[in-house]
Every structure is written in structure tokens, then in C-alpha cells.
């Protein structure tokens, strides 16, 4: 909380939601919370592609607590159909080919505000925030969240909506990088975080756009938006923004490195090196939890996991697998090379011959749905594979299975090892990034050091091992599932992070 002594003569602040104290005259003691926008590409109430979405819902609200937090997200087809309704509270006008736009304000079902950008020409299109229904990346990309970057700056700076401005920005990943550039190509200089997601995704655009989006000529460069030739929007978010988080602290290290860095690395080091790179590693929300989740087939607790059976035999009977007593491993994942796919195909024939079962959901590359379709067909009744996205398959698999198969090359935090281990699945995964912070080896899952077929299928037989043993595998269990997950540490951290931001934006 921050308190403000109004002089006479001093504009009264125009924010909302300010607390009037029973203050002493003359002046009066205004305590207002901070307002903090909290600007995303997607957020699980109404569209979700990965983590992020996750992520987007339940970080605001684990701050809203303690700030009056708001968040901006485009107006796709799926969030005006679901979001109920939107009142258009300002234009945002044209900037060099980034078009006008409306800025509508609506509300979750719990309250939370949330600004909307009103643009049907750059959001109104089936398919997912980035990519239409064949995967391909939409043409204006650029234009559809440099128009995103633009609101977010306009409506810190107070040019949005009238009675409300942003003390500090909160962007994530890179749709939202280019709003902290924004700023300071109009050297107005508000506090702006930027949250990493996943550093592989970097918004990369011919230079040949730069005009086109506002973009200062000079701004191309190695400090600036420059990035091997390209224009770079997640570059461009770092270089200009405060403050850089990430998803965990081994990955807050790991991206220094050139390994992980994705050619970020040298630019990374530097905002470590001042202090100005942080990782927090995500929660997951109270949803996640298997006595009352109403997906389960059968609820179940840390102290009574019998409920788990029922729940295996319903994923069995869904992924088209024989009745077993068998470890029942999962697989529930996107599909692509960084979640090390193809190290689980490579390790299925091993599990089903010492008489394991898996069961996979996922969507992605089209080389690995073809891959696990026919690897299902090679081994009927033990590996059961559905190409797709489910919430309630993946939330049954979490509940009946007895190991996760996690085995990704980099994952800056991951959330369905947490998820996993909160309905009482091991998870088997490699010790990089977040996997290695919430996951401890032969405590509440299995670590393996380096991603080959190799190490991996050390792990797995730990884990199968630990199977035959059933107080060893309760004891490990129970621990998983005891272990805290929710948001509150990590909303401190961010809350510790805003801080810092503000004063060295103050500082300035
Ligand atoms: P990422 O964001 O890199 O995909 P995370 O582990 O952070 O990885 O988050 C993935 C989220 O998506 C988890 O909630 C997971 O349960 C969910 N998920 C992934 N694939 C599927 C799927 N095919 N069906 C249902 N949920 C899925
Ligand atoms: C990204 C990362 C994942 C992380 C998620 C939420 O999708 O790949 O590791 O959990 O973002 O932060």
C-alpha cells in the first residue's frame, strides 16, 4: 500500500477504486493500491494454447489481493463469446499501419476487470491465439500484437481508458514485449516487468516491418530490437523493460548460458549481472485438487489414494487399454521437440514389455501424432494414444496414472509435473529448469541429468522399481501430493519485484 498526501491546488488522482481515508484536514491521506496491468496473449477463462494461459488466470488473481490489478488481452472471437458484456470505454487511434481500434472493458464471472481490444479485422478468426486451424502462423502476427504492445502503452500512460492508468505493466512473453518500447520511444517511464514464458518463442518479423509498426530506424540495432537481421519483439521487451522474470529459478540461470539462451544469452547475462533478472517459479490454482475435482471419476486425498484405481481403470477403458494392475504411465503434452516426444516413443516398447501401460494425450507436430498413432497400433491394449486437447482426459490421466513422462529438453517451469504430482503421479522427468526445482529425485518424482534415451530409461526403471514396492510408492505418493503448490509464495516474489521496479523507475 502506498499513501499519497494531497496538497490543495494538486490534481486528485483520477484512478479508480482510491480509498478516501477519514484523513485530517487540510490535507487529505488518500491510501489507493497500486494498479498494475497485467497484459497477455492468452488467459485460461476464455483461451488457452499452453501454460501461459494458466498462468494468466491465476497470477492476477493471486495479486489482486493487494493490488488493483487489470488485465489487457486482444478480442479473439473465443473471449467476446464467452466474456458476456463488454462496454467500448475509448478508441485507440491508428499508428503509422497498426489500425484503430476500440477498448472495451468487461469483467470475469469473479470480478476481475478485464480491457479487451476491439479490432475483428486482426482478432475475429477461428483458431488458436497464433496460429490458424493448419498451424500456421497468422500473416500479421506483427500487426495483431503490436497492436497489443500499443494499447498496453497507451492505457499505462493514461491515453485509454479515462479513469483508470497502470502504475506498472506487467507483460508476458513475447506478443507483449514491443508495449515497454512503446514507452520509451515516448519517454514516458512507468515500470514494466517482463515475464519469460519460454525464451524459444521470440516474435520474429522482417526488418522491413519496422516503418509499418511505429518502429524507430534507430531502435534497429544491437541495443535495441535487432536481433541476427530480424525484428524482434521478445528482444525488444527485454531490452527495454525494467525488470525480466522468468518461470523458475534454474531456468533464470540456465537462459544466461548459450545453451539455453536461444542468442538471448549475452543480453540475459547482462540484465542478471544488474540485478534486473529474477525467476519465480509458477503455481498452480485450487482446482487442482483430487478430492473435489469434478472430472475424477472417484476422489481421493494424500491419506486415502484408493479412489486412484477407479480413476486408472476409467483411463484405461477411454484410451482403449486392457484391464491391469500394471503401472499406467501418461504422457500429456504439446507435441513438440522441446517436451522430448520422441524419447518417449523411444522408451514405450521398454515400458510395455516389462508389462507397463501408457496413455497419451497431445497435439502438435504432425511427425509425432503420426509417430504415437502408430505406435498405438503396434501395441494395442498397452499404449492408447488421443491427438487433441481435453481438460478432463488430462485431469482423469493425472488421477489414474502412476508416472508422468516428462523427459523435455528445456521447460522454463512446466505445470503438469506440479499437476501430476498433486493428484499422486510420479513424475519422470529431466533435471532442467523448473522440473528441477519442483521435482526431487526419489522424493516426490524422478530426475534424470542429461535428456538421452539412456538416462531417461534409468529413471524409468527407478520408477518401476519403486512400483513393486508398495510402501515405497505410497511414501513417495503421498509426498508428491503433500507438496505446497499454490501461488502465494511466488506472489510475494512478484509483489518483492514490483517493488524494485518502481523504485528504480523513480530513481530514473
Ligand atoms: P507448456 O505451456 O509448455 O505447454 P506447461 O506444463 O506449463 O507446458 O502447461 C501445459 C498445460 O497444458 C498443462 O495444464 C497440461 O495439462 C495442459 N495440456 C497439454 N496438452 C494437453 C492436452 N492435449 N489436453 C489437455 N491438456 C493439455
Ligand atoms: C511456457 C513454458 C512452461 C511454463 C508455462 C507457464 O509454456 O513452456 O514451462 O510452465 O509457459 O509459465
Known amino acids: 500500500m502506498e499513501s499519497f498526501q494531497l496538497e490543495a491546488g494538486k490534481a486528485f488522482p483520477t484512478h479508480a477504486h482510491a480509498e478516501l481515508q477519514s484523513g485530517s484536514q487540510p490535507s487529505i491521506s488518500v491510501k489507493r493500491r497500486q494498479s498494475i496491468l497485467f497484459v497477455t496473449s492468452e488467459i485460461a477463462d476464455y483461451i488457452k494454447a499452453g501454460g501461459l494461459g494458466e498462468v494468466s488466470a491465476a497470477l492476477p488473481r493471486?495479486?489482486?489481493?493487494?493490488?488493483?490489478?487489470?488485465?489487457?488481452?486482444?478480442?479473439?472471437?473465443?473471449?467476446?463469446?464467452?466474456?458476456?458484456?463488454?462496454?467500448e470505454i475509448a478508441r485507440l487511434p491508428a499508428s503509422f499501419?497498426?489500425?484503430?481500434?476500440?477498448?472495451?472493458?468487461?469483467?470475469t464471472q469473479d470480478g476481475l476487470?478485464?480491457?479487451?481490444?476491439l479490432c475483428p479485422e486482426l482478432y475475429d478468426r477461428d483458431g488458436s491465439p497464433y496460429v490458424d486451424s493448419f498451424g500456421v502462423d497468422w500473416s500479421d502476427n506483427d500487426v495483431r500484437f503490436a497492436r497489443l504492445g500499443l494499447a498496453a502503452a497507451d492505457i499505462a500512460s493514461g491515453a485509454g481508458d479515462p479513469l483508470w492508468r497502470a502504475d506498472l505493466l506487467h507483460l508476458n512473453d513475447w506478443p507483449s514485449g514491443l508495449a515497454s518500447a512503446y514507452l520509451a520511444w515516448r519517454g514516458q517511464h512507468i515500470?514494466?516487468?517482463?515475464?519469460?514464458?519460454?525464451?524459444?518463442?521470440?516474435?520474429l518479423f522482417d526488418r522491413n516491418?519496422?516503418?509499418?509498426?511505429?518502429?524507430?530506424?534507430?531502435?534497429?540495432q544491437i541495443n535495441g530490437v535487432e536481433f541476427y537481421g530480424k525484428l524482434s519483439f521478445l528482444k525488444a521487451g527485454i531490452f527495454y523493460s525494467s525488470h525480466i522474470t522468468t518461470v523458475s529459478s534454474t531456468y533464470a540461470r540456465e537462459i544466461t548460458r548459450p545453451e539455453f539462451g536461444c542468442g538471448l544469452d549475452g543480453l540475459l547475462r547482462t540484465c542478471a549481472d544488474e540485478g534486473r533478472l529474477d525467476g519465480i517459479i509458477n503455481g498452480i490454482d485450487e482446482s487442482w485438487d483430487p478430492s473435489t475435482d469434478p472430472y475424477l471419476v472417484s476422489p481421493f486425498s494424500a491419506e486415502n489414494c484408493r479412489g486412484k484405481r477407479a480413476n486408472a481403470n476409467n483411463v484405461r477403458e477411454n484410451f482403449g487399454l486392457a484391464l491391469s494392475t500394471g503401472p499406467l504411465f501418461a504422457v500429456v503434452s504439446r507435441l513438440v521437440h522441446q517436451k522430448g516426444v520422441d524419447l518417449a516413443i523411444s522408451a514405450a516398447e521398454t515400458i510395455v514389455s516389462q508389462g507397463g501401460q501408457i496413455a497419451v494425450i497431445g497435439q502438435g507436430e504432425p511427425r509425432f501424432e503420426a509417430e504415437l498413432q502408430s505406435l498405438a497400433q503396434r501395441h494395442p491394449g498397452s499404449v492408447g494414444v488421443k491427438i487433441g486437447y481435453d481438460e478432463g482426459d488430462a485431469r482423469r490421466m493425472y488421477a489414474g496414472s502412476d508416472f508422468l513422462l516428462m523427459p523435455s529438453r528445456f521447460e522454463p517451469c512446466g505445470l503438469s509435473q506440479m499437476y501430476a504430482q498433486r493428484f499422486g503421479s510420479l513424475p519422470i522427468a529431466h533435471k532442467t529448469g523448473g522440473l528441477a526445482d519442483t521435482i526431487e529425485?526419489?522424493?516426490?518424482?524422478f530426475l534424470f541429468g542429461e535428456p538421452s534415451l539412456n538416462r531417461f530409461m534409468d529413471a524409468i526403471r527407478r520408477g518401476l522399481d519403486t512400483f513393486r514396492s508398495s510402501s515405497r510408492l505410497t511414501t513417495m505418493r503421498r509426498?508428491?501430493?503433500?507438496?505446497?503448490?499454490g501461488w502465494d509464495r511466488s506472489a510475494s516474489r512478484y509483489q518483492e519485484v514490483y517493488d524494485r521496479a518502481r523504485q528504480a523507475a523513480a530513481a530514473a
Open 479 to 485: 509426498a508428491a501430493m503433500n507438496r505446497p503448490h
Open 62 to 87: 493471486a495479486l489482486r489481493h493487494h493490488y488493483d490489478v487489470r488485465i489487457l488481452i486482444p478480442g479473439y472471437r473465443q473471449v467476446l463469446s464467452q466474456i458476456g458484456d463488454v462496454e
Open 441 to 445: 529425485d526419489g522424493v516426490n518424482g
Open 113 to 117: 476487470t478485464v480491457y479487451v481490444l
Open 209 to 220: 516491418r519496422l516503418s509499418y509498426l511505429g518502429i524507430p530506424d534507430n531502435a534497429f
Open 191 to 203: 515500470p514494466t516487468i517482463l515475464t519469460i514464458h519460454n525464451l524459444a518463442y521470440q516474435g
Open 97 to 107: 499501419g497498426i489500425p484503430a481500434c476500440g477498448l472495451g472493458r468487461g469483467t
